[in-house]
């Protein structure tokens, strides 16, 4: 038997394995478009495109945000500019954090922009961008109360004074981020943008210009307009998620990740059959058991087995037996003539993980409950092992 390549390249990866990711690139814009109004016209836009774009696909979702008007793009690591930069992305990218001082080389080479929150950092970075005759833009990361990365509020001077003789460096933002903007204490928050606003004001009386001022995330965007300063980091609300249930008075989102699947088999059980690895879960009634190809490999947790559903045909059923590595199990009740007409389900039926089918909806948020985390680590934990189709 002989294969063509580009018939064989031409089996699109849905057809390879029958689960994949959906994004709504329209509800990426209005996500963006919200924001923007929000903030307006003379405050900048940095897009957090990190983790994959939260596991939205970062070069699809820094394309779109830059034709929205995005004026910079927010990464994690190296790799994930580098992945830009290949794709022909040519915006401003900042690193959120400071990366090890030996990916220094690739930073200059492809323009990318550092967090730093060292001395022995700024140094090393402007002498190598330097001997290459470029300069050495920063955004100074700034400790008020996150604790995690960034000077001291109260030894920024030092350090600018430390590191300001080298001419190739230079200060292009100075920034810091929030611990509790998303919660209902509003002290801590209170506290750190006090800090911050004295800093940038210092910073200007002793003739540091702190170039771009920036600190909102998502949460402060919306419910802290005060925080805006020159420029906001807008992350999950873009991909149309909350921070949490309190930001969901302050705008309007629309989700923009959907997860589906089709039956790869399926089964009639009797009475106290079982069903997947231990046996724990046993069927009650005569039952319709239908495998999926999603498993806790592909970023849904073990933890929710049994505390979800799968949307067929508009309708919720629930899912049964522990969650494997690569496929899961639902389940429906044969018991009525409805179920047996109407939810005859068959190899190759379409369902839906996460998104809505009519009146049935199943959210990123109700995942995240099942699942005992986080709607943030639910949606950047769906793997590259399922395809993402843009619609
Ligand atoms: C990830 C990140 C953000 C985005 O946070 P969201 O809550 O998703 O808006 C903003 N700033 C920094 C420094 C980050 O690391």
Redesign the pocket.
Known sequence: MKFRNTKLEGIETVNRRWSWLQVDLDAIRHNINVTKSKIGPNCKL?V?V?ADA?GHGAVQIAKTAINCGAAYL?V?TVDEAMELRDAKIKGNILI??QPPVESIPLLVKHDIMP?IHTTEFAIQYAEAADQAGKSAPYHL?VNTGMNRVGVRHNDVLDFLKSVSFHRALKLEGT?T?FAT??IADEMTFKKQMSLFTQLIDSMKINDYDPGIVHAA???A?FRYPESHFNMV??????YGYY?SDLIKQYVELKPSMSVHARIVDERILGIGEGVSYGHKYRARSSAKICTIPIGYADGLHREATGKIGVIYKGKIFPQVGSICMDMCMFEIDMNSAIAQTNYNAQIGDEIILVGRDGDAEITVDDLAKASGTIN?EIICSFSRRMPVLYV
């Open positions: 940095l957090i990190k939260y927010g994690a959120l954090s967090a990361a920034f981020h903007a998303d995330n998502s949460a965007i980091r807008l992350g999950v609300c873009m921070p943030y």
